[in-house]
């Protein structure tokens, strides 16, 4: 394998990962209740163009971001030796990646709550009903919690992958 489609290879499988991630985003948010011209369904829209967009490149242009970046630039040799390569290093490896996606993707989400349950405790009026109508600002307890064990079982994850690939690859 040629480190070009070593990164072929990772690049397609994050614009897969990103195309798998706004379905299971948008198709949930999606409400039409409010109307077609509602600013909840203006943000849907303006995400599913944008991750789209993203998609597209990520999927079909692995060669120009390929190219954009230098990402074949540096290395020793031009191909990357697979045959001393086991299923437990790509498990490890694998672990490690799903840990830390699990932490990216919640992050964000997981701090925006922290900061509405503290807004909620201190400020006199609470998160109030404008500010929360428009900018879609609603703390639910469920998704705080949601996010944050994520979080936890990332971070899990990622000290504990050697005992994780232990237990599901055997030795021969």
């Known amino acids: 394998m040629t480190t070009k489609d070593f990164f072929r290879l990772i690049?397609?499988?994050l614009g897969t990962?990103?195309?798998v991630d706004a379905l299971f985003t948008l198709v949930p948010n999606m409400s039409y209740s409010s109307g077609f011209l509602s600013f909840h369904f203006a943000m849907n829209l303006i995400y599913l163009i944008v991750t789209g967009l993203i998609t597209y490149i990520l999927l079909f242009q692995t060669d120009r971001i390929i190219k954009l970046f230098r990402l074949t630039k540096g290395f020793d040799s031009d191909i990357i030796e697979t045959k001393d390569l086991?299923?437990?290093g790509l498990f490890k490896f694998a672990v490690i990646l799903?840990?830390?996606l699990l932490i990216v993707n919640n992050l964000a989400q997981f701090i925006d709550y922290c900061y509405l349950a503290f807004k909620n405790q201190v400020s006199?009026?609470?998160l109030g009903?404008?500010?929360g109508a428009m900018f879609d600002q609603h703390l639910?307890?469920?998704w705080w919690a949601i996010s944050g064990l994520n979080i936890l079982i990332g971070i899990l994850m990622l000290m504990n992958y050697d005992w994780i690939a232990k237990i599901f690859t055997?030795?021969?």
């Open 11 to 13: 690049i397609k499988a």
């Open 17 to 19: 990962y990103c195309f």
């Open 86 to 88: 086991k299923t437990k």
């Open 98 to 100: 799903i840990g830390l």
């Open 124 to 126: 006199a009026y609470g």
């Open 129 to 131: 009903e404008v500010e």
């Open 140 to 142: 639910d307890y469920n």
């Open 170 to 172: 055997k030795e021969k």
